[in-house]
């Protein structure tokens, strides 16, 4: 009887692949979704922020409380790097600590019951045992690890390290033994996508990226995740823009737009470049822009926090994220004068009913538009409804469209498909299948 394995797999996406890679080096086990019957559990950590730290350490215990007599629990990833000793001191119901240098091998690990913290940090590529989940034709492809910039309120650097990017024929390989397995949408990831191969040489990674993968056959749509301010280029936006594979989709977080906060910030990019290369984002054809806002950040006024809002309110982004500042030891921000938690909130609360509006106007925008849709499924709305997403939205993040008229075609689930979007029932696109 083969053993049970339990994986918990929290934070971003670049920790998905590490836990991918895991998977990969345990396939000998049978996965379970039952903690309570697993030989082996692992939650591989998320330690960005507080709200990540504190599901992460209710994670870890909820696991303990749930396991089986004689399983092993083995914590790994960023939490577990970033606080080795205390943890270590601090939590007995852990068999196994690792942090972020030995997802591949994690089987020595648990056949040996040690714990190990290796120097270097890990970096999936093309001879990674990875076992893909959650989707049959969309993975994420991890470009680098590791982060140069130097914004205040992050602690990444410390325990990531400076940016160590794959080759481009690395990550080719990986892509193309994907596509033979069937995959056709990708996403390319990693801290700082926009200075991919900065480290191995490269002036303009991406754009020698896109032309690389544009010639893979068998894939249907791309996007890059997670650009910078100061490493995008007007010329990586018009690439990305003139592709035919890859989505006119630009994800950058700016944090902020005050010209102040962002030198407090350390963004290296003042307001109006932030606003001058948003601006050349917006002009490109059917763009879709995507960002994250910190609120809360110490220096950040009132008045601040209004010109951001005000900002948020004109522009129109298509999504936004919104994240109360968190303050991180290790951070140039930590021994700032903070502001009060209830004031963050509060601006919070402000921010994310904008937010809410604009992304509104951004789905109305869609309605009689006819778009390639892949199906994934049966909704979980109702059973007559079927969960789909547009090929330029990023998996899981940007949302769902329900198709409630499939024209009585035979649908097949991770496929895709023309469909026109109907109408908009409070926050959600109904949509008709066309082909």
């Excluded at 303990?64 to 790994?76: A, D, I, P």
């Excluded at 606080?83 to 994690?106: A, C, H, N, P, Q």
């Excluded at 910039?149 to 080759?167: D, E, V, Y």
Aim: aromatic content about 8%; some cysteine.
């Amino acid at each position: 009887m083969s053993k049970k394995l339990h994986l918990v797999s929290l934070g971003c996406t670049k920790n998905l692949i590490d836990s991918e890679v895991m998977l990969g080096k345990l396939q000998s086990y049978e996965l379970t979704q039952d903690s309570s019957q697993a030989d082996v559990i692992i939650v591989n950590t998320c330690g960005f922020i507080d709200a990540a730290k504190e599901e992460s350490i209710q994670t870890i215990l909820d696991m303990h409380q749930s396991r089986k007599e004689n399983s092993l629990l083995v914590v790994s990833g960023c939490l577990s790097e970033r606080y080795k000793d205390e943890l270590s001191r601090e939590l007995s119901e852990v068999d196994i600590f690792t942090g972020v240098g030995d997802y591949e091998k994690i089987d020595e690990l648990i056949a040996k019951k040690e714990s190990r913290f290796s120097p270097e940090v890990y970096l999936a590529n093309e001879k990674s045992p990875r076992v893909i989940t959650g989707s049959s034709y969309h993975a994420y492809i991890k470009l680098a690890e590791g982060c140069n910039q130097k914004c205040s309120f992050c602690a990444i650097p410390n325990f990531k390290g400076k940016l160590h990017s794959r080759s481009l024929e690395s990550i080719a390989k990986e892509v193309k033994a994907l596509v033979d397995k069937g995959y056709y949408e990708f996403s390319f990831i990693s801290q700082d996508s926009s200075s991919y191969g900065r480290d191995i040489g490269l002036e303009d990674g991406l754009i020698e990226l896109i032309d690389m993968i544009e010639k893979i056959d068998g894939i249907v749509s791309a996007k890059i995740l997670y650009l910078y301010p100061t490493t995008t280029t007007k010329a990586l936006i018009d690439k990305i823009a003139s592709s035919k594979l890859f989505e006119t989709y630009y994800d950058m977080p700016i944090q902020h737009i005050d010209d102040g906060m962002l030198k407090v910030m350390k963004r290296g990019f003042g307001e109006m470049k932030t606003k001058e290369l948003l601006e050349y984002m917006k002009s490109k054809d059917d763009a879709f822009i995507r960002t994250s806002i910190i609120v809360g950040h110490p220096g950040e006024s009132d008045e601040k926090f209004e010109r951001v809002c005000e900002f948020v309110k004109d522009f129109e982004f298509d999504r936004v994220n919104v994240f109360a500042y968190s303050n991180e030891e290790d951070t140039t921000a930590y021994e700032m004068e903070q502001i009060p938690r209830e004031v963050i909130e509060q601006r919070v609360d402000i921010l994310e009913k904008i937010v809410q509006d604009t992304t509104k106007k951004s789905l109305e925008k869609m309605i009689d538009k006819t778009v390639d849709m892949v199906i994934d499924g049966q909704s979980s709305e109702h059973e007559y409804l079927l969960s789909a997403r547009p090929l330029k939205w990023a998996v899981e993040i940007d949302g769902e469209v329900l198709i409630n008229d499939t024209n009585d075609i035979a649908i097949e689930y991770a496929k895709v498909y023309k469909a026109t979007i109907t109408q908009l029932a409070g926050m959600q696109l109904l949509a008709r299948v066309e082909s």
